[in-house]
């Protein structure tokens, strides 16, 4: 665990760059989490950030099955909105702990 | 625990079964593979035809008969001689979609969807289906290509690329 200032908000990240804890998580950070990995966010990407937080609140299991039933977009929307990592990028920049499933 | 020297870029599945465990072992390294940003390509030959046959994609089973790692809910026993019992397989069968649908897997045309949704690509094998009589307008819509294995390999190249016989 280590210590990391995004958006200059100091906040507590593992070796991979996820959030530790998910208060400390701001719109800010999450804009700068993905500016480092080309993205620039936009409404649509906030409300799967917004999605995947209240999934993660509620302890459900995520998979971009769920995230593709969402109504907010399709799995193919999913994959143009995170490339190279719809699950995984997105639930970095929600301060969501690494996905743990393997769908 | 990452190897960031040698990442894996590109994996070529082979699928020539067409149990629920051989087809699903396949469509799960190739979503996998799509998620991570990995390049999927996933060759369907033999029995594995069934997995992107329009007809058969959704009725997959998994041998009831011949398989020691089969067992009863609950871990009990489960003698070979009830599975050729008629509607044994099926039962089994669905019992085991079923469990993985809580898991939110999904059927396999969605399965696929998943796939190539995320830029993995679908191909079947030349061989099999004129061995089988199939056409191509038997295969499931999305199928890229009907291969040669000489075309196939022709994909596999690349630094950072494995073959997967599942």
Same mark, same amino acid.
């Given at each position: ?16 760059? $996820? ?26 990407? $906030? ?11 509620? *302890? ?18 999913? $994959?143009?909105?995170?490339?190279? *990592? ?8 929600? *301060? ?8 | ?8 870029? @590109? ?43 329009? @007809? ?45 649908? @809580? ?64």
């Amino acid at each position: 665990m280590a210590q990391k200032t995004i958006a200059g908000q100091a906040v507590d990240v593992n070796d991979e760059g $996820y959030l530790v804890d998910a208060s400390q998580w701001s719109r800010e950070i999450a804009a700068e989490m993905a500016k480092e990995e080309g993205i620039d966010l936009t409404d649509k990407h $906030y409300e799967v950030l917004e999605f995947l937080r209240n999934a993660t609140e509620k *302890g459900e299991t995520l998979t971009i099955r769920k995230v593709g039933k969402s109504g907010i977009t399709d799995i193919k929307g999913l $994959y143009a909105l995170f490339p190279k *990592g719809p699950l995984k990028l997105s639930s970095k920049f929600a *301060g969501i702990p690494k996905p743990a499933s393997c769908v | 625990m990452a190897n960031n020297e040698n990442p894996l870029k @590109k994996v070529c599945i082979i699928c020539a079964k067409g149990t629920i465990e051989d087809v699903y072992a396949t469509l799960v390294m190739a979503n996998g593979a799509v998620m991570e940003g990995i390049e999927a390509k996933v060759f369907f030959t033999f029995f594995g035809l069934d997995a992107i046959t329009k @007809k058969q994609m959704n009725k997959i089973k998994t041998a009831t008969v011949g398989n020691p790692a089969m067992r009863a809910p609950g871990g009990l026993p489960f003698p070979t001689i009830l599975g050729i019992i008629p509607g044994v397989e099926a039962g089994v069968s669905a019992m085991m979609k079923s469990s993985m649908e @809580k898991l939110d897997i999904p059927p396999v045309d969605e399965f696929l969807e998943m796939i190539t949704a995320g830029g993995g690509e679908i191909y079947a094998c030349k061989l099999a289906m004129d061995m089988f009589k199939l056409e191509k307008e038997d295969l499931w819509d999305e199928v890229k290509a009907v291969l040669t294995v000489g075309d196939f390999y022709a994909m596999c190249g690349g630094e950072g690329t494995q073959i997967i016989f599942t």
